[in-house]
């Protein structure tokens, strides 16, 4: 799909750009130039090089980024917007700074995202964008809302998982928006029941992340072996759940299954599971093979049988959006084993992989057991999982529906 010539410049903006564990985010913005549009990222943090994929890293050259601050361009940006722009900016910090319902902590951070949204405003200036896309809700989002009161440009976001625990300003967000794009029904039904005052629905526009089906395709699937793969790679915390998957595991093993689990990734419940495998005796069996970047995610998928990935709901009620490495493990034709949490029903649905309650390790252990054990229902469910992400999740045919969506909005229409 091509755009129109005359409007095709937007923003797009998150909070740390490109990065390891948002690769939806670069990928999104490599198809949107693709198909035409000119694409200027800008970010809040910017990411230490070495912890990139080597795909993402050319992007940071072209990115600009709020922090590290440099204090003179910071002072001349301030004070250029506060002469030329005097009501707007002091109408917009008054907004922010006055928004009912926030915490104090709340008001202190958005009053650091409005510092940072003017700093990099003269950015977005030059660069002619005609509307502001945001991933995430939190301070890219608020600084896509600056950018839109400050120089009269549309803004939209997507919506991922991080409103389930850190709602700062989202009324104002969702209200503002010209449109909201949600990756599932679950999230925006969640963000409808939060604000059922809010004539909002109209706004939402459901487009899951997508992933490229040519670039994830088995090519070489694994042959079966004594002991089957179990495989699983995300960021290592709370909402992930690998604990089960390390109880699930101890069970499997109590009943005499012969198989072996990698866990790749890192992150703060990496202690958590080495103490759980020493416990539990799984040495021989599960297998922490550490942070794993995008050139060699695709080789270790290749080498799995299945695909597990137990997410819940954290303590804070932190919990997934639809974990974008489920999509690339079933458009390899991996089967896989997840929990009914957010929108992982709607990717994994009856038939095309194995879904069961959170936190429930007899469950998860059974869904394993019995792809372990069968090699024709391995292959019945990954086939039938890869034709779903590749007529629902295929990042081509989504992207080009974000390109009428910005269309629409270049062309006020």
Same mark, same amino acid.
């Given at each position: ?34 198909a035409?549009?000119?694409v ?65 902590t ?110 994830f395709?088995?090519a ?55 103490? %759980? $495998?020493?416990?539990y &005796?799984?040495?021989?069996?599960? /297998?922490?093979?550490?942070k794993? *970047?995008?050139?060699? @995610?695709? +080789? ?46 709607? %990717? $994994?649905?009856?038939? &095309?992989?194995?879904?069961?309650? /959170?936190?429930?390790?007899?469950? *998860?252990?059974?869904? @394993?057991? +019995? ?19 590749q ?10 529906r ?12």
């Amino acid at each position: 799909m091509t755009v129109n010539p005359r409007n095709k410049t937007i923003g797009y903006i998150t909070q740390s750009f490109p990065g390891l564990t948002t690769t939806f985010i670069y990928r999104e913005v490599f198809a949107l130039r693709e198909a035409g549009f000119d694409v200027n990222t800008f970010a809040i943090r910017k990411p230490d090089i070495k912890g990139l994929s080597e795909e993402s890293r050319s992007l940071m050259a072209s990115t600009h980024y709020a922090l590290p601050l440099r204090p003179l361009h910071f002072i001349k940006a301030h004070l250029k917007t506060i002469f030329t722009r005097p009501i707007k900016y002091f109408s917009t910090f008054f907004m922010l700074m006055t928004m009912p319902g926030e915490s104090l902590t709340n008001r202190r951070r958005t009053f650091f995202h409005f510092m940072e949204a003017i700093y990099l405003l003269p950015y977005a200036q030059a660069s002619g964008i005609g509307h502001i896309h945001a991933h995430f809700s939190v301070n890219a989002a608020t600084v896509a809302l600056v950018f839109s009161r400050m120089i009269g440009i549309s803004f939209s976001f997507t919506v991922h998982n991080n409103f389930f625990t850190d709602r700062i300003v989202l009324r104002e967000k969702l209200n503002q928006a010209r449109f909201i794009v949600s990756i599932s029904e679950f999230s925006k039904q969640y963000l409808l029941d939060l604000f059922p005052e809010d004539d909002i629905a109209d706004k939402f526009e459901i487009v899951h992340c997508g992933v490229s089906p040519e670039k994830f395709d088995q090519a070489n699937p694994p042959e079966n072996p004594e002991r089957p793969l179990i495989y699983s790679v995300s960021q290592v915390v709370e909402r992930k759940g690998y604990p089960y998957l390390i109880e699930a595991c101890k069970v499997l093993k109590e009943r005499g299954c012969s198989f072996k689990c990698q866990i790749a990734g890192d992150g703060p419940e990496l202690g958590l599971l080495e103490n %759980l $495998i020493r416990k539990y &005796e799984l040495q021989d069996d599960v /297998e922490l093979l550490g942070k794993v *970047f995008q050139e060699d @995610l695709i +080789s270790q998928l290749n080498q799995a049988h299945i695909f597990a990935l137990p997410c819940i709901t954290a303590k804070n009620g932190d919990m997934d959006g639809v974990p974008v490495v489920l999509m690339e493990s079933m458009s390899m034709g991996i089967p896989c084993v997840s929990t009914f949490v957010s929108g992982i029903p709607e %990717l $994994i649905e009856e038939g &095309e992989g194995l879904v069961v309650q /959170e936190k429930d390790v007899t469950a *998860f252990a059974d869904a @394993l057991q +019995s792809l372990l054990e069968d090699e024709q229902l391995r292959n019945k469910l990954g086939k039938a999982g890869q034709a779903k992400v590749q007529a629902e999740y295929n990042i081509e045919n989504n992207v080009a529906r974000l390109c009428k969506l910005f269309e629409r909005s270049l062309n006020n229409e």
